[in-house]
């Protein structure tokens, strides 16, 4: 691998753009929620990205404005990197309705970058009503209409089985009802090429959430042995499942940086895996999120 190389072309046109840790919310997710937007994650020394970058912009330009590009340098803005879990260059993330809904690693040949450019863009032309019966249903969902909201994410998914993100929640309307078994069900019987979505991510990360919830033990218990033992490891991420169980997201995640901050290879890094995973099952724009990832990344690259 070359590792110095010449950056890559600078952004150009007005469907691409450079951004900034400063200005990813609003070139990025906010702007997903009119447009798909695509990020391609690069870095100067990577010589795949030096040919993966214009392919993309071309495919991006030629789309007319339908889709959005962002273009992030890892090297100098490596916390947002941190938070999407980037670890490898390039890395592509497509952002719609202010969610990761597709991504992919590595090079490819400029027929699939231009069916992954047209398949987002497809999302705004061609999805009959469907983006808006979605977002209606994850309204229902936040609002406590549970039946409601599965009902509407199952007519989704029979009419569009392609749909991820009716899946997702189909799946996580089931988990409200602690139907845990049911919800699991659900995806896995969704197309297979679907699974790698980041929308299922969330609800299989839910899943397990869920699943470790069940055997969680008492909060002040468990809080007054690890002020007891200190260096036991595992008693934190017992507190830390404990919280999140009983509702106390923010908590879990303060116990979970904690135990990382002193120890972040304990039981190979399994306290930051399980801070991923309630990183995953929340939204993306979720303030404990982006909160949560901030602070984990100022750990790592402290």
Known sequence: MDLIGTPAPAATGNFVKDVSEATFMADVVEKSMEIPVIVDFWAPWCGPCKTLGPMLEKAVNDAGGKVFMAKVDVDQNQAIAGQLRVQSVPTV????????????????????????????????????????????????????????????????????????????????????????DEAEAVLNGAP??????????????????????????????LAAQVAANPDDMQLRLDLATAQHASGDVEGAIDTLLDAFRKDRDWNEGAAKEQLFKIFDSLKANDPLVLAGRRKLSSIIFA
């Open 93 to 180: 993330y497509a952002f719609w309705q202010g969610q990761p809904v597709d991504a992919f690693q590595g090079a490819q040949p400029q027929s699939e970058i231009t069916a992954f450019v047209d398949k987002l863009a497809a999302l705004v032309e061609e999805d009959g009503g469907l983006a808006e019966a979605i977002e209606a249903a994850e309204a229902m969902l936040e609002a406590g209409e549970t039946e409601d909201a599965i009902q509407t994410f199952a007519a989704i998914v029979e009419e569009d089985p392609t749909q991820a993100q009716a899946w997702g929640g189909y799946a996580r309307g089931l988990l409200v009802k602690g139907e845990i």
């Open 192 to 221: 297979a090429d679907l699974h790698s979505n980041p929308a299922f991510d969330a609800a299989f990360a839910q899943i397990e959430l869920a699943r470790q919830a069940e055997n969680a033990g008492p909060v002040a218990e």
